[in-house]
């Protein structure tokens, strides 16, 4: 049974406040000046509500991530959004994209992917047989004991 791979999004602030790491997992998050905001930008040159990032689903089963100038009710920026040295109303967001908010203020995206680890219980047959004679240290044997009628290990299956 093929696993999905697992995936981390990370969103990466840089503004006046210095570097900051977010991990997006939540279905909205709200980006600006305003201290409401989900994700805080320290800047006088950016919007209250600067921008918004939106989930949405792949059709497999996971999601990507996309950001809309100013917030879902259709109110912009004063600045708008540079995305990669572009200017765009919403983009639906790749790894290491680069979002400008406005002077000294940025974003960078992450989109890590990792494959599963499938983990199945042990299968009950799988076991190893040891002969009782493997077992102890040989230094623990006496140098009288006469061990000419072993023939090694005896397994049993």
């Given at each position: 049974m093929?696993?999905?791979?697992?995936q981390n999004h990370l969103l990466i602030i840089e503004d006046d406040k210095g570097?900051?790491?977010?991990v997006l997992d939540a279905p909205?998050?709200?980006?600006?000046?305003d201290p409401k905001c989900d994700i805080r930008l320290v800047s006088q040159f950016v919007s209250r509500r600067h921008a918004t990032l939106?989930?949405?689903p792949h059709e497999d089963g996971s999601y990507y991530y996309?950001?809309?100038?100013?917030?879902?009710?259709?109110?912009t920026s004063a600045n708008g959004l540079l995305i990669n040295g572009r200017k765009f109303q919403n983009h639906d967001l790749q790894n290491s994209d680069q979002v400008v908010f406005g002077p000294q203020v940025r974003a960078i995206y992450y989109l890590l992917k990792r494959d599963a680890i499938q983990t199945v219980p042990?299968?009950?047959?799988?076991?190893t047989l040891i002969s009782p004679n493997m077992v102890g240290d040989p230094e623990d044997m006496?140098?009288?004991?006469?061990?000419?009628?072993?023939?090694g290990p005896t397994v049993h299956l």
């Open positions: 093929p696993q999905e791979p697992h570097r900051r790491e977010y909205v998050y709200s980006i600006g000046r939106v989930q949405l996309r950001i809309v100038d100013g917030n879902l009710k259709g109110k042990p299968d009950e047959f799988d076991i006496d140098e009288d004991e006469d061990d000419s009628d072993d023939i």
